[in-house]
Nanobody
């Protein structure tokens, strides 16, 4: 059974940084896309960042480009999200997810950031940005 366990959430001030981690286990084969999603209070879940596990290409939501960085450590089955310059609007429950879809563009594979393409989800870790 695939399990995804997030950690690293917490409380920080605007402008601060946090690093989220996701430990994956139970894979019988590698998933093409690993991603981070978030659900702000009272809003729908949205994609934040994803990575194609086969080549390391990435995708980001416009709202986090230049501030967040997704990375993976395949040898440890770990996924990370480095979040810098955090803003109050980044307040949300953050989820790690795995899916078996990928996108092709110009002969290069990219990850998907569409929620329906992800079939395994963690329980989430809360990120609170407040002064």
């Amino acid at each position: 059974e695939v399990q995804l366990v997030e950690s690293g959430g917490g409380l920080t001030q605007p402008g601060g940084s946090l690093r989220l981690s996701c430990a994956a286990s139970g894979y019988t084969y590698r998933r093409d896309s690993l991603g981070w999603f978030r659900q702000p209070p009272g809003k729908e879940r949205e994609g934040v960042a994803s990575i194609y596990t086969g080549g390391g290409t990435t995708a980001y939501a416009d709202s986090v480009k230049g501030r967040f960085t997704i990375s993976q450590d395949i040898s440890k089955n770990m996924l990370y999200l480095q979040m810098n310059s955090l803003k109050p609007e980044d307040n949300a429950m953050y989820y790690c997810a795995a899916g078996n879809k990928r996108l092709e563009n110009g002969g290069v594979w990219y990850p998907t950031l569409r929620i329906p393409d992800f079939d395994y989800w963690g329980q989430g870790t809360q990120v609170t940005v407040s002064s």
